[in-house]
């Protein structure tokens, strides 16, 4: 069965840093992406940042501050979040990528709260 295991949300003061880790189950095989989307209340969820082999791609509102990283041997995916502001608030979700000959599937974390604010 997968599974997306998230960690590290929380609040944060406006300049502040936080720390956001998913670990995806040994039972996805191919994968091709892993990264992180947000979902701000009122809002449609939005890409973070994404890691594949070789690239990494961030949102331009993140460019800068957030730094995404991937452990291969491991499957996990951190997201590190430095100068925070307030428009960070969101749900952030996990996401991974899987890519076979025949299918592609994503995978959801059950997303983590991260609210700035002072």
């Known amino acids: 069965q997968v599974q997306l295991v998230e960690s590290g949300g929380g609040w944060v003061q406006p300049g502040g840093s936080l720390r956001l880790s998913c670990a995806a189950s040994?039972?996805?095989?191919?994968?091709?992406?892993m990264g992180w989307y947000r979902q701000a209340p009122g809002k449609e969820r939005e890409l973070v940042a994404t890691?594949?082999?070789?690239?990494?791609t961030y949102a331009d509102s993140v460019k800068g501050r957030f730094t995404i990283s991937r452990d291969y041997a491991k499957n996990t995916v951190d997201l590190q979040m430095n100068s925070m502001k307030p428009e960070d608030t969101a749900v952030y979700y996990c996401?991974?990528?899987?890519?076979?000959?025949?299918?592609?599937?994503?995978?959801w974390g059950q997303g983590t709260q991260v609210t700035v604010s002072s």
């Open positions: 996401n991974v990528r899987e890519r076979t000959a025949t299918m592609t599937a994503d995978y």
């Open positions: 890691v594949t082999t070789g690239s990494t």
């Open positions: 040994a039972s996805i095989f191919n994968i091709v992406a």
